[in-house]
Structures are given as structure tokens and as C-alpha cells.
């Protein structure tokens, strides 16, 4: 019996790289100091002499974190589907 070779889908890659750039968005939202969305109702920064500076924002919105979410995660499934086509 003579095993045929089968070659994976050439679209794996694509999807490696968007789930990249999701995670990128990802710690790039965790580590940014400046509010990215327009929807942050308010900031008030409280602090002095006698204690530690705290920085409070209200207004959080999800939406910020759904597309990079949402490209880390398709992209991860797609690369892994895609990887495990069988061949005909």
C-alpha cells in the first residue's frame, strides 16, 4: 500500500497571521495608559502627598475587546482546521 502525500491548505498561513495580530491588539490593550475609546464617560485621577496615586475610568466597553478576541480565536480555529484536511 502506497501512502500518498497530501498537501495542507495554503491558507493556514493567513489565519496564523491574523491570530497574531489579535494577540498583538490584545497586549496592546492591556498595556496601554491611554483610553482608547471615545467612550470612556469619565477619568479623575486621585492622589497627593499622603498616599498613592490612583487613576479611576468609568465607561468600560467590550467592543474594544471583541475584534482582536474574535481574530486571535478564528484565526487559531482556521489554522487548526485547516491543518487537518484529509486528503481524498
Not at 7 to 31: E, N, Q
Not at 58 to 79: A, D, N, R
Request: charged share 10%; proline share 6%; hydrophobic share 55%.
Amino acid at each position: 500500500m502506497k501512502k500518498t502525500s497530501c498537501r495542507k491548505s495554503p491558507w493556514r498561513f493567513p489565519f496564523l497571521v491574523l491570530a497574531i495580530i489579535g494577540f498583538f491588539l490584545i497586549v496592546l490593550l492591556l498595556f496601554s495608559f491611554v483610553p482608547i475609546s471615545t467612550e470612556v464617560a469619565s477619568i479623575a485621577i486621585i492622589g497627593g502627598a499622603d498616599g498613592p496615586t490612583a487613576i479611576l475610568m468609568t465607561g468600560f466597553s467590550f467592543l474594544e475587546w471583541l475584534i482582536p478576541l474574535l481574530l486571535v480565536l478564528g484565526g487559531l480555529t482556521g489554522f487548526y482546521l485547516l491543518g487537518h484536511i484529509r486528503c481524498k
